[in-house]
């Protein structure tokens, strides 16, 4: 063990010790005092061979470099240093001062010595092969007389040989030392290897021991159903029995599948493998949830898994605790579905439910037919009790209740009188039953309200009452009898007033009994209908008195239930008065329709002949007036000159009033026609002849500037002739009266009146005309403005009343003097809803 070693001796530098240390140090310190001892000596040891100082003065540097390093606690670099340096030094010296038989060849071999001893063998054998080539050129230099070979003198050889032996001494001082520092670090590290031994026996021991718990544990998990098996790159490595007899795999068939993922059932393959996946890039989530695995013969079975990662070597590991919960879901979704039902029916029972401890009555939850009843949020009710809330007015009620309810267990329609969130009393029924929630006991009540059947009841009886008193009251005559055999239950007082029976004499009698009908077959009818439709209405009837009179009724019956039997009601009028009243009634009727008819034929040939009078009389005053009028022009025209001015004023007067007799003619004839035209109705578009009437009136005046606005589809039924003389007639008013107007604006249209409907009117901005005077507007002959300033007959507006009074409409004028009139007018037939 003294020798050199092999490669990692170079690092026993870096586990020097400290006394090796300041050895190496402390050599180099005495290298660096006899290099300059020797620098110092080279003129008394070798005068006039300076040169030789060479060797020394470059060991110098070399030392200092050296004693630096180790300061710096780079031993390894400061030997390295020290070598190579020396190595230099001994060539150089050699070099100039002899070669191969210098003083300082003979440090080579130390230095290589050192060099496997410090830096290990390849750092050596490099020194060695570079030694042995520089000796040989210094040999073939030697040779070749390149390199002086006087050897030195005896005093300097001996220096160097002294420096060598020094250094060697130094060199066998360090290396004792040294490998004394790695005798004691390997007694060191037998010590601690000695102590991990022994403390990885006692792991090993603990290992062996933890394994037998482990697999004791794993035994004991398959034992209570658990499976557990080890996935390692997606095989499994370890599989216990459970999971076998949970999957139904034999332990071969398990550790044999290519991957886990065949355990599980499509519906959950993606997630569980995502899971897998980021468990094992080491992401931090749930380790426990539930999956769906699939068993070997396909079954699909639900599982809760425990996950946990193990480390190893490459690609971590993954431990599944396996339990089958399959049962226990299914006993899960069959208790929600149960608690679901429970409490669809809790929540939408119309009666009031709640729940409440039986102890101090707090509320643990009421449905909403509950808070409707009492008027309570569900909020301000759960954790408060009846008491305080006001519903057991009396708490000694309450306790009475719920004493005995502990003792039976339930109780039905226990009844009550309980208050409401207003203090309002309510008759309630209570059925109640205790049972357990968390090992208390609770009561499950149901609260019906007897309160509005208490009221109907009482409401029954008043209104029995009442029926009662309006039935005797009443000045019908009512009967009620059975169906079946006719039998009179009750009548009142209107009947035996009217027939003249007693009640006692008629109750539990029969109508054929009584003989008030005398004719059967008619009551059998009657009957009939009756229990075909369940009532009969206006029944006209002869039904006897008791006295035998026979009077003419009207009987209106409904079948009853009366007792649990099928009963009738019947309402009897006496109608007899009535009908001796309705036949004079069509006596009179019959009469007054004679005299009508006979005053409208008298009317009509009065009509007619009227009609042919005027007709006769226009016709026969149009000849005089012809000739009036053709005389006139012709002493106008032949005689004017022989005439002085006020003959020919005269002669003109005649005219006039000759022409104006013929328009009078003209326009009485034309109110005729419209009187007896016979009317045909039709759809007639208003609007198409007011542009008619318009464009002639433009055609008659064509020098007048008249802005006429007439609104489009203006639609009605009636008759177009009679239409076109109410157009014509009320346009060429607006036309005339609008003559002095500088800027004429005359507009039909139709508006919307609710009450009316569609309203036509013509509106124009002429003269107008004083209101006070409108109610003549529309007699014959009847003008409001002077003939000299605006020419007519007075008959235009008399033909537009009577056309509109035929199609059974009204007409009426709104007007302002100097502001123009407007005539609006409706027409019976004119449909709702016009033409957009």
Same mark, same amino acid.
């Given at each position: 063990?003294?020798?050199?070693?092999?490669?990692?001796?170079?690092?026993?530098?870096?586990?020097?010790?400290?006394?090796?240390?300041?050895?190496?140090?402390?050599?180099?310190?005495?290298?660096?005092?006899?290099?300059?001892?020797?620098?110092?000596?080279?003129?008394?040891?070798?005068?006039?061979?300076?040169?030789?100082?060479?060797?020394?003065?470059?060991?110098?540097?070399?030392?200092?470099?050296?004693?630096?390093?180790?300061?710096?606690?780079?031993?390894?670099?400061?030997?390295?240093?020290?070598?190579?340096?020396?190595?230099?030094?001994?060539?150089?010296?050699?070099? @100039?001062?002899?070669?191969?038989?210098?003083?300082?060849?003979?440090?080579?071999?130390?230095?290589?010595?050192?060099?496997?001893?410090?830096?290990?063998?390849?750092?050596?054998?490099?020194?060695?092969?570079?030694?042995?080539?520089? $000796?040989?050129?210094?040999?073939?230099?030697?040779?070749?007389?390149?390199?002086?070979?006087?050897?030195?003198?005896?005093?300097?050889?001996?220096?160097?040989?002294?420096?060598?032996?020094?250094?060697?001494?130094?060199?066998?001082?360090?290396?004792?030392?040294?490998?004394?520092?790695?005798?004691?670090?390997?007694?060191?590290?037998?010590?601690?290897?000695?102590?991990?031994?022994?403390?990885? $026996?006692?792991?090993?021991?603990?290992?062996?021991?933890?394994?037998?718990?482990?697999?004791?544990?794993?035994?004991?998990?398959?034992?209570?159903?658990?499976?557990? #098996?080890?996935?390692?790159?997606?095989?499994?490595?370890?599989?216990?029995?459970?999971?076998?007899?949970?999957?139904?795999?034999?332990?071969?068939?398990?550790?044999?599948?290519?991957?886990?993922?065949?355990?599980?059932?499509?519906?959950?393959?993606?997630?569980?493998?995502?899971?897998?996946?980021?468990?094992?890039?080491?992401?931090?989530?749930?380790?426990?949830?539930?999956?769906?695995?699939?068993?070997?013969?396909?079954?699909?079975?639900?599982?809760?898994?425990?996950?946990?990662?193990?480390?190893?070597?490459?690609?971590?590991?993954?431990?599944?605790?396996?339990?089958?919960?399959?049962?226990?879901?299914?006993?899960?979704?069959?208790?929600?579905?149960?608690?679901?039902?429970?409490?669809?029916?809790?929540?939408?029972?119309?009666?009031?439910?709640?729940?409440?401890?039986?102890?101090?009555?707090?509320?643990?939850?009421?449905?909403?037919?509950?808070?409707?009843?009492?008027?309570?949020?569900?909020?301000?009710?759960?954790?408060?009790?009846?008491?305080?809330?006001?519903?057991?007015?009396?708490?000694?009620?309450?306790?009475?209740?719920?004493?005995?309810?502990?003792?039976?267990?339930?109780?039905?329609?226990?009844?009550?009188?309980?208050?409401?969130?207003?203090?309002?009393?309510?008759?309630?029924?209570?059925?109640?039953?205790?049972?357990?929630?968390?090992?208390?006991?609770?009561?499950?009540? #149901?609260?019906?309200?007897?309160?509005?059947?208490?009221?109907?009841?009482?409401?029954?009886?008043?209104?029995?009452?009442?029926?009662?008193?309006?039935?005797?009251?009443?000045?019908?005559?009512?009967?009620?009898?059975?169906?079946?055999?006719?039998?009179?239950?009750?009548?009142?007082?209107?009947?035996?007033?009217?027939?003249?029976?007693?009640?006692?004499?008629?109750?539990?009698?029969?109508?054929?009994?009584?003989?008030?009908?005398?004719?059967?077959?008619?009551?059998?009818?009657?009957?009939?209908?009756?229990?075909?439709?369940?009532?009969?209405?206006?029944?006209?009837?002869?039904?006897?008195?008791?006295?035998?009179?026979?009077?003419?009724?009207?009987?209106?019956?409904?079948?009853?239930?009366?007792?649990?039997?099928?009963?009738?009601?019947?309402?009897?009028?006496?109608?007899?008065?009535?009908?001796?009243?309705?036949?004079?009634?069509?006596?009179?009727?019959?009469?007054?329709?004679?005299?009508?008819?006979?005053?409208?034929?008298?009317?009509? $040939?009065?009509?007619?002949?009227?009609?042919?009078?005027?007709?006769?009389?226009?016709?026969?005053?149009?000849?005089?007036?012809?000739?009036?009028?053709?005389?006139?022009?012709?002493?106008?025209? $032949?005689?004017?000159?022989?005439?002085?001015?006020?003959?020919?004023?005269?002669?003109?007067?005649?005219?006039?009033?000759?022409?104006?007799?013929?328009?009078?003619?003209?326009?009485?004839?034309?109110?005729?026609?419209?009187?007896?035209?016979?009317?045909?109705?039709?759809?007639?578009?208003?609007?198409?002849?007011?542009?008619?009437?318009?464009?002639?009136?433009?055609?008659?005046?064509?020098?007048?500037?008249?802005?006429?606005?007439?609104?489009?589809?203006?639609?009605?039924?009636?008759?177009?002739?009679?239409?076109?003389?109410?157009?014509?007639?009320?346009?060429?008013?607006?036309?005339?009266?609008?003559?002095?107007?500088?800027?004429?604006?005359?507009?039909?249209?139709?508006?919307?009146?609710?009450?009316?409907?569609?309203?036509?009117?013509?509106?124009?901005?002429?003269?107008? #005309?004083?209101?006070?005077?409108?109610?003549?507007? @529309?007699?014959? #002959?009847?003008?409001?403005?002077?003939?000299?300033?605006?020419?007519?007959?007075?008959?235009?507006?008399?033909?537009?009343?009577?056309?509109?009074?035929?199609?059974?409409?009204?007409?009426?004028?709104?007007?302002?003097?100097?502001?123009?009139?407007?005539?609006?007018?409706?027409?019976?037939?004119?449909?709702?809803?016009?033409?957009?």
């Amino acid at each position: 063990m003294g020798g050199p070693v092999a490669e990692d001796q170079a690092s026993s530098l870096a586990t020097l010790s400290e006394v090796g240390r300041r050895r190496l140090q402390l050599g180099l310190w005495i290298m660096l005092g006899v290099a300059v001892v020797a620098v110092a000596l080279q003129p008394v040891l070798a005068p006039g061979e300076g040169s030789r100082a060479i060797g020394a003065f470059m060991m110098i540097p070399t030392a200092a470099a050296a004693i630096w390093l180790i300061r710096l606690q780079r031993v390894r670099a400061a030997v390295v240093t020290l070598v190579f340096g020396a190595w230099l030094v001994v060539t150089f010296s050699a070099a @100039f001062h002899g070669g191969v038989f210098s003083a300082g060849i003979y440090a080579y071999p130390i230095l290589v010595v050192i060099c496997g001893w410090t830096l290990g063998m390849r750092a050596t054998l490099a020194l060695a092969i570079l030694t042995i080539a520089t $000796e040989a050129a210094m040999t073939i230099a030697g040779v070749q007389g390149l390199i002086a070979q006087a050897p030195a003198p005896a005093p300097w050889q001996w220096v160097i040989h002294a420096v060598m032996l020094v250094g060697a001494l130094g060199f066998v001082s360090f290396s004792i030392g040294a490998y004394d520092d790695q005798i004691n670090y390997i007694r060191a590290l037998s010590a601690e290897l000695a102590l991990k031994v022994t403390d990885i $026996e006692a792991k090993n021991r603990e290992q062996e021991l933890q394994t037998l718990r482990y697999r004791t544990l794993l035994d004991a998990q398959s034992d209570a159903g658990l499976g557990l #098996f080890m996935i390692r790159n997606r095989r499994i490595t370890f599989v216990n029995q459970a999971v076998s007899q949970m999957l139904g795999y034999s332990h071969e068939e398990l550790l044999a599948l290519p991957s886990y993922a065949q355990l599980l059932h499509p519906d959950d393959l993606k997630r569980v493998a995502l899971n897998h996946e980021r468990r094992l890039r080491g992401e931090n989530f749930e380790n426990r949830y539930d999956i769906v695995v699939q068993t070997r013969s396909g079954e699909r079975r639900e599982a809760e898994i425990t996950v946990a990662t193990l480390p190893g070597e490459g690609e971590p590991g993954v431990l599944v605790i396996l339990a089958d919960i399959h049962q226990r879901k299914q006993v899960e979704r069959e208790l929600s579905h149960s608690r679901e039902m429970f409490s669809h029916v809790f929540q939408s029972n119309p009666t009031a439910v709640a729940i409440s401890r039986i102890a101090d009555g707090r509320y643990l939850d009421v449905n909403p037919g509950h808070c409707r009843l009492f008027g309570w949020r569900r909020e301000e009710m759960v954790g408060r009790s009846s008491v305080e809330l006001g519903i057991w007015p009396n708490q000694a009620e309450r306790e009475k209740w719920a004493a005995e309810l502990r003792k039976t267990g339930q109780l039905a329609n226990w009844t009550a009188e309980l208050c409401d969130r207003n203090g309002k009393r309510l008759n309630a029924a209570i059925t109640a039953d205790i049972f357990s929630v968390a090992e208390e006991p609770v009561v499950l009540a #149901f609260v019906s309200d007897y309160t509005d059947l208490r009221q109907a009841e009482a409401g029954l009886r008043r209104s029995e009452e009442r029926f009662g008193r309006m039935f005797q009251a009443s000045p019908v005559a009512t009967v009620v009898s059975r169906l079946a055999d006719g039998a009179y239950l009750d009548v009142n007082e209107a009947f035996t007033r009217h027939f003249g029976w007693s009640r006692e004499e008629v109750l539990a009698t029969t109508a054929k009994r009584l003989g008030i009908w005398p004719d059967l077959a008619v009551r059998a009818r009657w009957l009939a209908t009756l229990q075909e439709k369940g009532a009969v209405r206006d029944f006209d009837v002869e039904l006897c008195t008791r006295s035998g009179e026979r009077r003419q009724c009207i009987i209106s019956a409904e079948l009853i239930d009366f007792d649990n039997e099928q009963c009738l009601i019947a309402l009897i009028h006496d109608i007899s008065d009535r009908h001796r009243a309705e036949d004079e009634v069509r006596r009179l009727n019959s009469e007054l329709e004679e005299r009508v008819l006979h005053r409208t034929m008298e009317l009509t $040939e009065a009509n007619q002949e009227l009609e042919s009078f005027a007709y006769s009389i226009s016709h026969d005053l149009r000849a005089p007036l012809r000739g009036i009028d053709g005389f006139s022009r012709l002493l106008q025209e $032949e005689y004017e000159q022989r005439l002085d001015t006020q003959g020919r004023e005269y002669l003109a007067r005649v005219r006039r009033a000759a022409q104006r007799m013929g328009t009078l003619i003209d326009d009485l004839l034309e109110l005729s026609r419209v009187t007896r035209q016979e009317m045909k109705r039709q759809p007639v578009d208003l609007s198409a002849i007011c542009r008619e009437v318009a464009a002639g009136l433009r055609q008659e005046q064509p020098e007048r500037a008249v802005e006429v606005s007439i609104e489009p589809h203006c639609t009605c039924q009636g008759d177009p002739q009679l239409l076109r003389v109410l157009l014509e007639n009320l346009l060429g008013n607006a036309w005339k009266y609008t003559r002095t107007t500088p800027h004429a604006r005359i507009e039909f249209g139709v508006e919307r009146d609710p009450a009316e409907g569609d309203v036509f009117y013509i509106r124009d901005n002429g003269v107008g #005309f004083d209101m006070a005077y409108a109610g003549k507007l @529309f007699s014959p #002959f009847q003008r409001l403005h002077n003939p000299n300033e605006f020419e007519g007959s007075g008959i235009g507006l008399a033909s537009v009343w009577r056309v509109v009074r035929r199609h059974g409409g009204k007409i009426w004028a709104t007007a302002e003097i100097g502001q123009g009139a407007t005539l609006r007018f409706t027409l019976a037939s004119a449909p709702s809803n016009r033409q957009q």
